[in-house]
């Protein structure tokens, strides 16, 4: 059975600090990893990411992904309070298009 | 954002009612799907469609049914709705080998 963990659950920050999320995933046939951010409505894709090794970077979130290891991690430097939120991690397998979630990382960054 | 609707936004039913929503997209994806969101369950797949008239189970589809007889439109039926089928639904569109779009939620409440 497919499966994808995150961890931690929560985190509660300070505004200048720097986090790591973690996302560990045993998908058959695995096609790609994504990552999302949902503050209170739908959520709103930040990366996906394919091969192992490769950073992916947007502003102050990047991502990478080690397939050997089965697992990504997504970091914030320097969060603000906009960053507050539920961060959340996606596999797919090859051939389906199908999109399985970890349970989430609620993340709050404090002023 | 991308053109993704969902009706209604909101919704109260009785148990034992049957519920339909909506989801339309504008974009022509091909993929569509439906999601359940909980606390702590994070997103978990109901249904997915790969075509018009072509549709699969996810994880938790017990007491769902789906249509999609057009591109864009991907109906969730629940036949018989139970308390525990209370939950934010979200609708997702994708073309295949890309991120998945969300629309922004329909909270049923099933009392």
């Known amino acids: 059975e497919d499966k994808v963990v995150q961890s931690p659950l929560s985190l509660v920050v300070h505004e200048g600090d720097t986090v790591t999320l973690n996302c560990s995933y045993e998908v058959t046939n695995f096609r790609s990893l994504l990552w999302y951010k949902q503050e209170k409505k739908a959520p709103t894709f930040l990366f996906m990411l394919t091969s192992s090794g490769i950073e992916k970077k947007s502003g102050r979130l990047s991502s990478i992904l080690d397939k050997k290891e089965l697992f990504s991690i997504l970091n914030i430097t320097a969060t603000q309070t906009g960053d507050s939120a539920i961060y959340l991690c996606?596999?797919?397998?090859?051939?389906?298009?199908?999109?399985?979630f970890g349970t989430g990382t609620r993340l709050k960054v404090l002023a | 954002d991308a053109g993704i609707t969902q009706s209604p936004r909101h919704k109260v039913t009785e148990t034992g009612t049957p519920v339909t929503l909506r989801c339309h997209q504008t974009e022509n994806h091909r993929y569509m799907y439906w999601y359940r969101q909980d606390p702590g369950h994070g997103l978990r797949l109901i249904h997915y469609s790969y075509g018009v008239k072509d549709t699969d189970k996810g994880e938790v589809s017990d007491g769902y049914s789906v249509s999609r007889s057009k591109t864009e439109d991907f109906l969730l039926t629940l036949e018989s709705a139970t308390s525990s089928q209370t939950s934010v639904y979200f609708c997702a569109i994708n073309q295949g080998g890309t991120e998945a779009f969300f629309g922004q939620g329909t909270r049923l409440t099933v009392v």
């Open positions: 996606a596999v797919s397998r090859s051939g389906t298009y199908k999109y399985i």
